[in-house]
């Protein structure tokens, strides 16, 4: 498994699916898995009991996605990019 470069609170912008263009704030990192949470991003509706503590009903959450369905939103050159070592954008060269 290689190393995810993508950090929790990072900005990135989604590449492939149904909300592919879209753009969110990396809420958590899974790096066994491969994946990220990205927040308000590939939201799924679950369906879930009634609890005496909460009602029941159709409850969205976020889906992990895959950080390679993903590209790093630079904030300098406001582009999508890779990073290279060291946390740098490959398209303008700023260190993140």
Do not use: H
Request: net charge positive; glycine share 12%; hydrophobic share 35%.
């Amino acid at each position: 498994m290689q190393k995810i470069k993508i950090r929790k609170g990072d900005k990135v912008k989604v590449l492939t699916g149904r909300d592919r263009g879209r753009e969110g704030e990396v809420a958590r990192v899974f790096p066994s898995e491969g994946k990220i949470i990205v927040g308000g991003i590939n939201m799924l509706k679950r369906f879930t009991k009634k609890t005496q503590k909460e009602p029941g009903g159709i409850v969205e959450v976020e889906a992990p996605l895959s950080v390679s369905k993903v590209a790093f939103l630079c904030s300098k050159c406001k582009k999508a990019s890779r990073l290279g070592k060291g946390r740098i954008c490959k398209n303008c060269g700023a260190k993140v």
